[in-house]
């Protein structure tokens, strides 16, 4: 029995980490406008939080302007879908695009990477202040399946270092990935789960919900790997995709799919996979609900 894990929202509960990150992310973003505009900048960053929360599934983590994970499918998808606003806006609202500009300009290649360095600045302000969130009752699971010979790959779009540290610190064995070893963990970091192929999209609609399908690169890591079953949180993200591979090939029909649903998950998500996804199974007791669920 082979599970296929993701890590934020299953082994943790990325809430403080999303805090740290939004606050980080906020005062670069009016930092990266010239002095003259910084007010204006501020005044855009608060309209462009209120525009997320008010559509949430206009927005998203949007590399390439099409939506990955919608913005409110876990605490980091609104920080995420702050560049996905800015670089909309800096299209035709000048202090959007100053915004942009003095991203670009003070080096980061891409909205994306200014993105990913605000959330490991998050991530280590809270690691610093904290220390690792790996969850006591997450880690007492994955002991329990280790134990009973469930074999474990962590596929994260986190890197592999974070991931190893942070399971080293709540005392579970892992390795990278290709290394394995019975009992331990192998982790596949950078995994790419938000990229999407640019030759072209293909969607799943869940009773209304279009969530995009093609992602070469976790497409390539699942067919890979050919789990018995798939844990994760952010739908779009973690299990679209999987769904997908469920209902249309045949070796993937005995694929049992986890989707943990925490205080963050939106109401019509729930709605919308209770509806037109029952091969789902929707978990609110965590990583523990899975173990006790595969282990019988
Ligand atoms: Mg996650």
Redesign the pocket.
């Known amino acids: 029995m082979k599970l296929l894990s993701?890590?934020?929202?299953?082994w943790t509960h990325p809430e403080e980490e999303a805090r740290a990150q939004g606050v980080a992310l906020d005062a670069a973003l009016v930092a990266a406008a010239p002095p003259e505009r910084r007010e204006a900048a501020r005044a855009w960053v608060e309209r462009a939080r209120r525009e997320i929360a008010a559509e949430p599934t206009r927005w998203g983590w949007a590399p390439g302007g099409r939506i990955a994970a919608f913005s409110d499918e876990?605490p980091f998808g609104e920080h995420s879908a702050m560049l996905h606003v800015l670089a909309e806006h800096a299209k035709s609202d000048p202090v959007a695009g100053a915004i942009r500009d003095g991203v670009l300009a003070a080096g980061h290649g891409s909205l994306e990477a200014f993105g990913l360095a605000s959330h490991l600045e998050g991530v280590q302000l809270v690691e610093a202040a904290r220390g690792p969130g790996v969850l006591a009752a997450a880690a007492e699971a994955g002991r329990a399946l280790l134990g009973s010979s469930v074999e474990i790959v962590v596929v994260s779009n986190s890197n592999g270092e974070k991931l190893a540290r942070w399971f080293g610190h709540a005392g579970l064995p892992n390795h990278p990935h290709p290394e394995r070893e019975a009992g331990a963990l192998r982790l596949r970091g950078n995994a790419g789960k938000h990229l999407l192929d640019r030759a072209g999209s293909e969607q799943l609609v869940l009773d209304g919900v279009a969530i995009e399908l093609r992602r070469p690169r976790y497409e390539a890591i699942l067919r890979e790997e050919a789990p018995d079953a798939i844990v994760?949180?952010?739908f779009s993200?973690?299990l679209a995709l999987p769904l997908s591979l469920k209902r249309t090939d045949p070796a993937w029909r005995h694929v049992r799919l986890f989707w943990l649903v925490h205080d963050y998950t939106p109401a019509r998500m729930q709605r919308a996979i209770a509806t037109a996804a029952p091969e789902v199974e929707a978990l609110t007791s965590g990583l523990p609900g899975v173990a006790a669920s595969l282990l019988g």
């Open positions: 993701d890590f934020d929202g299953v876990d994760g949180d952010v993200l973690d």
